[in-house]
């Protein structure tokens, strides 16, 4: 039955990512009145099938991915100011997953994934694969990024650290669902391994672990019911 029910989201998925890549093609420019309305239809249906099928995590993760989309890019980039949207980000989430602090650190680590797709090398055959990982349009993905805080640090790069936001949500969603500091820090160090294996992102990067034990004691706080935002963690925590 599993099986079934993955084919038939693989599938609508695929079928949404088509839809949305020909809403911003150059021939909707020549669509009928008929065919834009049936084309709207469409997106109708296919919204109504992912939130009736789709497990409720992953609505929220797409609605969240969506919201983000929505707000206004953040240039010129400063600290303060990024750290006030993912604050923003992650009280939206909350309120997406109903106060579920579980459900939203899981939306969270997925809806601030930074990549369209990514080169994965098969090992010992020299091989490179293109793996996708959004089934936005790219439009959609680079309004995505640009709203996406990515100075979370005094010493963040040029090129920001938004690869750091899946690893300190996802990192607080395995502290928080096992309760076990250890499982989330293996976690981290398994994911920089295959990093490692496939050549994601070269080797193993002490500051992803860093934000892996950041994310980890966010949760921590979380489970003293204290009223903290990730903004607190990462005020007080460093990159290295």
Same mark, same amino acid.
């Given at each position: 039955?599993?099986?079934?029910?993955?084919?038939?989201?693989?599938? $609508?998925?695929?079928?949404? @990512?088509?839809?949305?890549?020909?809403?911003? #093609? =150059?021939?909707?420019?020549?669509? %009928?009145?008929?065919? @834009?309305?049936?084309?709207?239809?469409?997106?109708?249906?296919? $919204?109504?099938?992912?939130? +009736?099928?789709?497990?409720?995590?992953?609505?929220?993760?797409?609605?969240?991915? @969506?919201?983000?989309?929505?707000?206004?890019?953040?240039?010129?980039?400063?600290?303060? /100011?990024?750290?006030?949207?993912?604050?923003?980000?992650?009280?939206?989430?909350?309120?997406?997953?109903?106060?579920?602090?579980?459900?939203? +650190?899981?939306? +969270?680590? &997925?809806?601030? $994934?930074?990549?369209?797709?990514? =080169?994965?090398?098969?090992?010992? %055959?020299?091989?490179? &694969?293109?793996?996708?990982?959004?089934?936005?349009?790219?439009?959609?993905?680079?309004?995505?990024?640009?709203?996406?805080?990515?100075?979370?640090?005094?010493?963040?790069?040029?090129?920001?650290?938004?690869? /750091? +936001?899946?690893?300190?949500?996802?990192?607080?969603?395995?502290?928080?669902?096992?309760?076990?500091? $250890?499982? #989330?820090?293996? @976690? *981290?160090?398994?994911?920089?391994?295959?990093?490692?294996?496939? /050549?994601?992102? *070269?080797?193993?990067?002490?500051?992803?672990?860093?934000?892996?034990?950041?994310?980890?004691?966010?949760?921590?706080?979380?489970?003293?019911?204290?009223?903290?935002? =990730?903004?607190?963690?990462?005020?007080?925590?460093?990159? /290295?």
């Amino acid at each position: 039955m599993w099986v079934r029910i993955a084919c038939l989201l693989l599938m $609508l998925t695929l079928a949404a @990512a088509q839809l949305q890549g020909q809403q911003h #093609s =150059p021939e909707r420019e020549y669509l %009928t009145n008929a065919a @834009a309305d049936e084309e709207t239809t469409l997106e109708t249906v296919w $919204l109504f099938l992912r939130d +009736l099928v789709i497990p409720r995590e992953f609505r929220t993760a797409y609605h969240l991915r @969506a919201w983000i989309s929505r707000q206004q890019a953040l240039s010129p980039r400063d600290r303060e /100011k990024d750290l006030r949207r993912l604050d923003a980000i992650y009280q939206h989430a909350v309120y997406l997953a109903d106060g579920d602090a579980r459900e939203a +650190l899981f939306a +969270l680590a &997925i809806a601030t $994934l930074p990549y369209y797709t990514f =080169p994965a090398q098969i090992p010992l %055959t020299g091989l490179t &694969i293109t793996v996708p990982v959004s089934t936005e349009n790219r439009e959609m993905f680079e309004k995505r990024m640009a709203a996406l805080p990515g100075k979370l640090f005094v010493d963040s790069p040029s090129y920001l650290d938004r690869d /750091k +936001l899946p690893h300190f949500f996802g990192s607080a969603w395995l502290q928080l669902s096992t309760g076990s500091e $250890l499982v #989330s820090l293996f @976690a *981290g160090e398994a994911l920089e391994f295959g990093e490692a294996v496939f /050549k994601l992102e *070269g080797s193993r990067d002490p500051r992803d672990i860093m934000i892996n034990r950041l994310g980890t004691a966010f949760a921590r706080q979380l489970q003293k019911a204290e009223n903290v935002l =990730p903004s607190d963690i990462l005020k007080s925590g460093s990159s /290295k």
